[in-house]
Nanobody, 124 residues
Framework: QVQLVESGGGLVQAGGSLRLSCAASGRALLNTVIGWFRQAPGKERDFVAAFSSPLTYTKYADSVKGRFTISGDNAKNTVYLQMNNLKPEDTAVYYC?????????????????WGQGTQVTVSS
């Protein structure tokens, strides 16, 4: 079992930055893919970014490329999502998820473990 806890959400003006954290417990994140997804009201849960450990491969949705950066700290068992130049359309609940595999996955159904989510609101 893996438990995931997100933090770092909040309210920010357009153009601002936030850093989300996903702390994992239960077992080490080696040979694990951690993904970030987001869900706006009335919309589906969409892929944002993913990070694989230990190879440190990353993948991003086109909508966040160049603005968001995903990274991991194996010593802290934590994955981060640095979000810069935020836009109102980035407003959503952000979830981190984990699955034991080597290849990065972008579909929510692939992931086995989920956090409770953290709200990100970007005002215009």
């Amino acid at each position: 079992q893996v438990q995931l806890v997100e933090s770092g959400g909040g309210l920010v003006q357009a153009g601002g930055s936030l850093r989300l954290s996903c702390a994992a417990s239960g077992r080490a994140l080696l040979n694990t893919v951690i993904g970030w997804f987001r869900q706006a009201p009335g919309k589906e849960r969409d892929f944002v970014a993913a990070f694989s450990s230990p190879l440190t491969y990353t993948k991003y949705a086109d909508s966040v490329k160049g603005r968001f950066t995903i990274s991991g700290d194996n010593a802290k068992n934590t994955v981060y999502l640095q979000m810069n130049n935020l836009k109102p359309e980035d407003t959503a609940v952000y979830y981190c998820a984990a699955v034991s595999r080597a290849a990065i996955a972008t579909t929510a159904e692939t992931y086995d473990y989920w956090g409770q989510g953290t709200q990100v609101t970007v005002s215009s």
